[in-house]
């Protein structure tokens, strides 16, 4: 029951039958560079569009969300930052949504497949200043920075940046196995889009895949519209790390909630085809997706066969733990939540959003047409 906008009790069913409704905590997104046609990256973003944004994402069951940008030149990208933070406080709406920022370069590899889409030409070693202008430019806000451990003097600015608050995902990278432990050493706690963001090659014996599958204590993020990664390395992934080691982000861009074709990423102008893949023209390398986050809970479920509550929990209230946000749904707490209609075992047909307790604007099936390949092995 919800009043005045909070959560005011919950009564679990005593017994669930096959045709109930859902309740869950809506999604929260780590990895959001823009979507429904709204480029966070660019050097204006208005008000409307942030909030455009902000609504398309929570139709795709997404409550919450980092706002990320990627490479730029430093100072811009501090521009940025502060200027899409001011707007962000002029809304309470979108102070709910936008719970922190995700940095994402320029301290990446520069390194060919490792740079992924990010211009390798403007990318940098992470200096204590610079470190501390990030903090500065993003107030008390939560802050997650991606960053390659690799890069010179990485390992102190990780422990300077978790001394700031700020948490470090390793990313873009193809540090040792050495550096990837000096790194965790020093407070780095997350690793980004594990199969994305290295070469289309990798050498067998020794790649930066079978580092961080081996290293446990990692959260680590990965995109599963299986696509960026194939099925079978999205399950082997759930096999072999630990339970609370994986969550989900769509890394969305502009295209994502809006029709195949065109659309920029900062100065990159990329193409979305009918697949829902977001390509540099020319070049194999994918430059974020166009993935619906419900629509990864469904594919995610999809590929691992794995009950889709337990996708949720993925996208939803781990992501939470992991950054120290409110995760779930309790008493007291504001009345954002999706409500889900599932008949047998069929994944649910039909979904509802809530926030403060009042139903937003209908969603449309939250089935995509572009269904997760699922390539499973044979029995
Ligand atoms: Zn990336």
Not at 237 to 265: E, F, N, Q, W
Request: contains cysteine; aromatic residues 6%; proline residues 7%.
């Amino acid at each position: 029951m919800c009043r005045n906008g909070r959560i005011a009790s919950i009564e679990r069913l005593a017994e669930a039958t096959p045709t109930d409704y859902w309740i869950a905590p809506g999604l929260l997104d780590l990895q959001i560079n823009g979507y429904a046609g709204v480029d966070f990256q660019a050097d204006v973003v208005s008000l409307d569009g942030l909030l455009t944004a902000a609504r398309g994402l929570r139709r795709a069951g997404c409550h919450r969300f980092l706002a990320t940008l990627v490479t730029d030149a430093w100072e811009r990208m501090l521009d940025k930052l502060e200027r899409l933070r001011a707007l962000r406080n002029r809304s309470p709406e979108l102070t709910e949504a936008i719970v922190g920022w995700h940095i994402e370069g320029p301290f990446l590899s520069e390194q060919p497949g490792y740079c992924g889409a990010h211009d390798p030409g403007r990318m940098c070693d992470p200096l204590p200043e610079r470190i501390r202008q990030l903090r500065a430019a993003a107030g008390d806000d939560l802050l997650l920075l991606t960053l390659a451990p690799e890069r010179s003097g990485a390992i102190e600015a990780i422990a300077l940046a978790i001394s700031l608050g700020i948490r470090i995902s390793l990313g873009h990278t193809d540090a040792s196995a050495d550096r990837i432990s000096q790194a965790i050493e020093a407070g780095a706690s997350g690793f980004t889009h594990l199969g994305n963001g290295c070469p289309q090659t990798l050498d067998r014996h020794n790649n930066i895949l079978w580092r961080i599958l081996e290293t446990r204590s990692l959260t680590v993020s990965m995109i599963p519209d299986g696509r960026h990664v194939s099925p079978s390395l999205f399950r082997l992934a759930h096999r072999l790390l630990p339970s609370r080691a994986l969550v989900y982000i769509t890394d969305a861009m502009a295209a994502a909630g809006a029709p195949p074709g065109r659309y920029a990423l900062g100065e990159m102008q990329l193409e979305v085809g009918d697949d829902q893949v977001v390509r540099v023209p020319g070049q194999p390398y994918f430059a974020g997706s166009a993935l619906r986050p419900v629509d990864g809970v469904w594919r995610a479920a999809t590929m691992t066969r794995m009950p889709w509550p337990r996708a949720w929990w993925r996208f939803s209230q781990r992501p939470a733990q992991w950054l120290g946000l409110r995760s779930g749904l309790a008493v007291g707490q504001r009345a954002d939540f999706c409500l889900l209609k599932q008949t047998g075992n069929e994944m649910p047909t039909r979904i509802r959003v809530f926030c403060g307790g009042e139903e937003a604007e209908p969603s449309s099936n939250p089935h995509s047409r572009h269904r997760a390949r699922s390539d499973r092995p044979g029995r």
